[in-house]
């Protein structure tokens, strides 16, 4: 491999077997993803010539390499989008040192699915709950001008309250939706969201075979806030929320 050459990692799975994975497009160039084995885990990687940059063809390759692992029936361990060692000594260097976490890893994750469940609140509710604000509602009304300081201590008083109004909806999502799905799951995970626009970005970690029950709960939440909020619900997907492995190494100069 030349000195500006590299090995991009999708992925951990577990396979002894010299397992036909196909090819990639990676910056522009089909790449043969092969596996790369320490013990009983082995690396679905991919050789590249220098950074693979965030672009959206090589997003896509990435996700579904991924992908086409998890339709292979294997248990994924992915990795985040672009890890690229300097060599295939240096991954199974880290396979190496982080085993005992990625075996125990590769247990819980064993038949889990990622799925995720955006909640966003329709306007009429949002105005419809404004009204019931009556402090809030008189407000919105105040004059705009803030060169008056009066003016101008009336909009930070419009924005506290306005945040208030928004951590009180979540609160209430995370009670009557996040929490009862997170029962069901075997782990859950709250991610940022812009306030306002959406009250719940989660990803829950399943069991597969409890798939069809969950979607059934999730159904059944979204008759109850069909109303109020519309409900983007995804996956299956590998399990990037439940993941936190950095693979990285020192090089030698």
């Known amino acids: 491999m030349n000195a500006k050459g590299g090995v991009y990692v999708f992925g951990i799975i577990q396979e002894t077997q010299e397992e036909q994975f196909g090819k990639a497009k990676l910056n522009g160039l089909d790449r043969k993803i092969y596996p790369l084995h320490y013990k009983q885990l082995t690396a679905v990687v991919a050789r590249v010539n220098g950074e693979v940059l965030p672009q959206r063809n090589n997003l896509t390759a990435h996700k579904q390499t991924v992908m086409d692992l998890m339709k292979k029936k294997y248990t994924v361990i992915p990795m985040s989008f672009g890890n690229v060692l300097h060599s295939e000594k240096n991954v199974l260097l880290i396979m190496e040192h982080l ?121 059944e939440l979204y008759e109850v806030w069909k109303e109020r909020a519309d409900f983007k619900y995804s996956g299956p997907w590998p399990a990037y929320n439940f993941v936190n492995i950095r693979l990285k190494i020192e090089e030698k100069s």
């Open 99 to 219: 085993y005992e976490e990625l075996e125990k890893l590769m247990s819980q994750l064993e038949n889990k699915i990622e799925v995720g469940l955006k909640v966003i609140p329709k306007k009429q509710w949002i105005d419809e709950e404004l009204k019931k604000d009556s402090i809030l509602e008189h407000l919105k009304d105040s004059p705009k001008d803030i060169s008056k300081p009066a003016n101008y201590y009336k909009k930070i008083e419009i924005g506290e309250r306005a945040k208030d109004f928004v951590l009180q909806l979540e609160r209430e999502v995370e009670k009557e939706i996040y929490s009862p799905l997170l029962e069901m799951a075997e782990a859950g995970k709250q991610n940022d969201m812009v306030p306002g626009k959406m009250l719940l970005n989660a990803a829950y970690l399943i069991d597969s075979e409890k798939e069809e029950l969950f979607d059934k709960r999730v159904n």
